[in-house]
Nanobody, 121 residues
């Protein structure tokens, strides 16, 4: 059975760094992309950053230059390094995997459990 498990996150002061990681485990044949979304209170879930299996990255304008997404494909793991954090980055962050081919099921979208990141001013 495929599982998506996140780690990292928590409370950090404004201007500080934080690193999140997400690992997919189980019988996995391929993944087309991995990424991070976030949802702040009263707001819709939004894409923060994504990376394809070929290494192409995409970032929300609000995090460009501050956040970096990276992967270890062989380990089906994705990282989000967040620097220069701002109070407006406070949200629940979710790991997302696109087009996961595995056994016994394939997933168009697989999600981690989500973790709250709080940036204090």
């Amino acid at each position: 059975q495929v599982q998506v498990v996140e780690s990292g996150g928590g409370l950090v002061q404004a201007g500080g760094p934080l690193r999140r990681s997400c690992a997919a485990s189980g019988t996995i044949f391929s993944i087309s992309a991995m990424g991070w979304y976030r949802q702040a209170p009263g707001k819709q879930r939004e894409l923060v950053a994504s990376i394809t299996s070929g290494g192409s990255t995409n970032y929300a304008d609000s995090v460009k230059g501050r956040f970096t997404i990276s992967t270890v494909n062989a380990k089906n793991t994705v990282y989000l390094q967040m620097n220069s954090l701002k109070p407006e980055d406070t949200a629940v962050y979710y790991c997302n995997i696109k087009n996961l081919r595995g056994s016994p099921f394939d997933f168009l979208d697989a999600w981690g459990q989500g973790t709250l990141v709080t940036v204090s001013s």
